[in-house]
């Protein structure tokens, strides 16, 4: 009778395991997700499979992050857990689509959260593994919807520069007036501006800001002979440049 009463309570917890609700899958999601606004990066880790075929992404208009095992996963994700700060978390999930088996379960939803500080719309999914300390995320796939859609926003070209030390406030003046005068010239270019960086520190100088209604204003002021005026210009006084683009 003791045996089977063993056998009996073995089949129940873990029947108890394999009976694992979508709910509970989903609870486990909307912990690991409140850990990132917490900055809890020790919470974080442990929802976490710790193996070299862990797998985390996230892509946006800017690029993509793409991180494969658990050690790179971690010493990436830590460092943006350090530069971020606390967020009072608003999230929502919809469009749930959860497909189980017996170890494994992958589940794909739309997220809106603010961790970034706004409203952002993500499409997402996640693959997770039952270990023996219960369901981990192996995978995890984030793709920022919100910035992919250009209804009412304008193209942000953004160069940040400096310039070498024998430079003259010419040269750079000749460059900024070459970017605006194109301003008139191109349908879809509606401003220019240069800043001056105040901040010692930087290690650029200046920002060159160019707005655009659409990608093909901008394409037409790269091909603009006033803009490759410029850029013969800056071969020779420029330093460094870094090139952001970003709609708004």
């Known amino acids: 009778m003791k045996i089977h009463f063993y056998l009996l309570s073995f089949f129940l917890i873990n029947s108890a395991i394999s009976a694992q609700t979508d709910e509970d899958l989903m609870n486990i999601l909307k912990k690991e997700t409140e850990s990132v ?49 606390k967020v009072d978390i608003n999230l929502r999930r919809e469009n749930v689509k959860i497909e189980r088996q ?25 693959v997770m593994k039952k270990t023996d300390a219960g369901w981990k995320i192996l995978s995890a796939e984030l793709v920022d919807i919100a910035s992919y859609s250009r209804a009412g926003k304008q193209l942000h070209h953004i160069l940040l520069a400096s310039f070498k030390p024998e430079a003259k ?11 605006n005068s194109i301003v008139k010239e191109v349908e879809g270019m509606t401003s220019c501006t240069m800043l001056k960086n105040q901040d010692a520190s930087s290690p650029f100088q200046y920002t060159f800001i160019m707005i655009f209604r659409t990608e093909e204003a901008l394409n037409r002021y790269n091909a603009h002979a006033n803009h490759l005026a410029a850029v013969e210009r800056w071969k020779t006084a420029g330093d460094k440049v870094t090139v952001i683009d970003s709609w708004r």
Not at 169 to 179: N, S
């Open 37 to 85: 606004a917490n900055l809890d990066f020790e919470a974080w880790k442990s929802y976490w499979c710790h193996t070299e075929n862990a797998y985390f992404s996230y892509a946006d208009p800017n690029g993509m992050i793409y991180l494969t095992g658990w050690d790179t996963i971690e010493k990436t994700l830590k460092a943006v857990f350090e530069s971020r700060k």
């Open 169 to 179: 406030a010419d040269d750079i003046q000749y460059i900024f007036d070459k970017f």
């Open 102 to 126: 017996e170890q494994m379960a992958f589940i794909t939803f739309d997220q809106y959260d603010n961790l970034g500080g706004a409203e952002m719309h993500k499409a997402e999914s996640r």
